[in-house]
């Protein structure tokens, strides 16, 4: 069942701008990752952030993990018309039992 | 090969027919995952694979949809008397320890009419 909630559902910003797209969840994790999906593919992994991490960088993506909050953010600095896509968090309880995802912030760069 | 490989793209069947749809995941990979992608959004996980062993089948609806991975042949999802409602993408995954990064193929489209 789905337990991630991002939020916003949508977000238009220009390039250049950053973009901040925060995830909820429920239950307990292992691992939260971040996914993007451009129109009509599949998911392309971005970032992954232990249960005892709180904050991890990678190019211009910045994710956080408050486990307290059962929250996390991915921020995206200087954004690209490249960067327009859908993006889903994903948790894990460790095993392969699955990902459960959240339901994704639908992301548009207006060049 | 290095990409997860799914086949076919798209798949129409009539309503109560049978579709069987494939998945060939990246080579040394041992773990597959299928998730049901309706309406862009909400993904819902179905089943997980240890090479060709199930590991998790919570998510699948066990009266008409089945899994295999065997052994030197692509994974395959079967769905028996398709529905109106099992119109959605089907993605595979596959990641070489569970804990990993899944890589995900480009689905394949169900459309039930």
């Known amino acids: 069942s789905q337990q991630g909630e991002e939020d ?15 995830c909820s969840y429920k239950t307990s994790i292992n691992n939260l990752q971040w996914y993007r999906q451009n129109s009509g593919r599949g998911l392309v992994h971005l970032i992954l ?3 005892n991490e709180r904050e991890k960088h990678s190019g211009r993506l910045r994710v956080t993990l408050d486990t307290s909050k059962k929250s996390s953010s991915l921020l995206i600095t ?4 490249a960067d327009t896509a859908s993006y889903f968090c994903a948790t894990d309880r460790g095993g392969a039992d699955g990902l459960t995802f959240g339901k994704g912030t639908h992301l548009i760069i207006q060049p | 090969g290095e990409e997860v490989a799914q086949t076919p793209k798209h798949l129409v069947r009539g309503e109560g027919q049978k579709a069987k749809l494939y ?3 990246i080579k040394g990979h041992s773990y597959v995952f299928w998730y049901q ?3 862009k959004n909400e ?8 090479n060709e062993n199930v590991f998790d089948e919570t998510g699948m609806p066990k009266e ?3 899994a295999k991975c065997l052994p030197n042949s692509p994974c395959s999802l079967e769905i028996q008397a398709t529905k109106l409602e099992d119109s959605a993408v089907y993605f595979c995954a596959s990641s070489q320890q ?3 990064p899944q890589h995900f193929g480009d689905g394949t489209r169900l459309s039930i009419l």
């Open chain 2, 43 to 50: 993904f819902k996980f179905l089943i997980s694979f240890q």
């Open chain 1, 8 to 22: 916003p559902q949508a977000l238009s910003i220009q390039e250049g701008e950053n973009a901040t797209m925060n």
């Open chain 1, 49 to 51: 952030i232990r249960s």
């Open chain 2, 37 to 39: 992608q309706v309406l």
């Open chain 2, 23 to 25: 998945c060939a995941p």
């Open chain 2, 64 to 66: 008409r949809f089945s």
């Open chain 2, 98 to 100: 569970p804990n990993q």
């Open chain 1, 78 to 81: 200087a954004s690209r018309a």
